[in-house]
């Protein structure tokens, strides 16, 4: 059945350094992805669209210079978070919508920033 | 602006009684509402949604327009349902909308 993954599931990184999460749909296309941040104990919040063959479109607050994201084919689309920073720690998912109703969601990347 | 909120972060029953998950929304227009259950170590699935009017491992949930609420239901609560439930809102019917999500709520069925 369709899946959505990610990669990878868990990252650790030194403040400064960039990191990318990729998120992958298998076995169907998805031309428009979406990437949500969840902060412990809370609810998903969704930082951008990600548009297969055009920019993303961001959401209120979320800076799209130090969110980067790529859809570079109908199967792939990336979040780099530049510059990383403890307060970026947290927990990435991603999604595809498979129907006009139903989306599929990733299994998440935890990002510690140390 | 689209709003869903789930006024309890943790519900405890025990099994076999009624279990109701509470959802309300705030957004001006005709919304698609979703359930979505995460388990243990689990990503993120799709329980319902209200235009499929279905039940789904017990779980029926109606959309009340004049309430603005969509209340997740079930009779009679099993230990497998303990899982963490998020109510969700699409403003328009078309797979390339996002999902606003509630904060969610822990239900813990206890033994």
């Known amino acids: 059945g369709a899946v959505v993954s990610q990669h990878p599931s868990r990252v650790i990184c030194k403040s400064g350094t960039s990191v990318k999460i990729e998120c992958r749909s298998l076995d169907f296309q998805a031309t428009t992805m979406f990437w949500y941040r969840q902060f412990p104990k809370q609810s998903l919040m969704l930082m951008a669209t990600?548009?297969?063959?055009?920019?993303?479109?961001?959401e209120q607050g979320v800076e799209k210079d130090k969110f980067l994201i790529n859809h570079a084919s109908l199967t792939l689309s990336t979040l780099t978070v530049t510059s990383a920073h403890p307060e970026d720690s947290s927990f990435y998912i991603c999604?595809?919508?498979?129907?006009?109703?139903?989306?599929?969601f990733g299994p998440g990347t935890r990002l510690t920033v140390l | 602006a689209q709003r869903v909120t789930q006024p309890e972060k943790l519900l405890s029953v025990f099994k076999g009684a009624p279990v109701e998950l509470k959802c309300n929304y705030s957004?001006?227009?005709?919304?698609?509402l979703f359930w979505y259950v995460q388990y243990s170590r689990q990503r993120l699935q799709l329980l319902l949604r209200?235009?499929s009017r279905e039940s789904i491992k017990g779980f029926t949930a109606d959309l009340n327009k004049g309430e603005t609420s969509f209340h997740l239901k079930k009779p009679f609560a099993q230990e497998e349902d303990s899982a963490m439930y998020y109510c969700a809102l699409r403003a328009t019917p078309s797979g390339n909308t996002p999902l606003v999500f509630g904060k969610g709520t822990r239900l813990s069925v206890i033994a």
């Open positions: 957004y001006s227009g005709s919304p698609e």
């Open positions: 209200h235009i």
């Open positions: 990600s548009n297969e063959g055009s920019k993303a479109t961001y």
């Open positions: 999604s595809a919508p498979i129907t006009s109703s139903e989306q599929f």
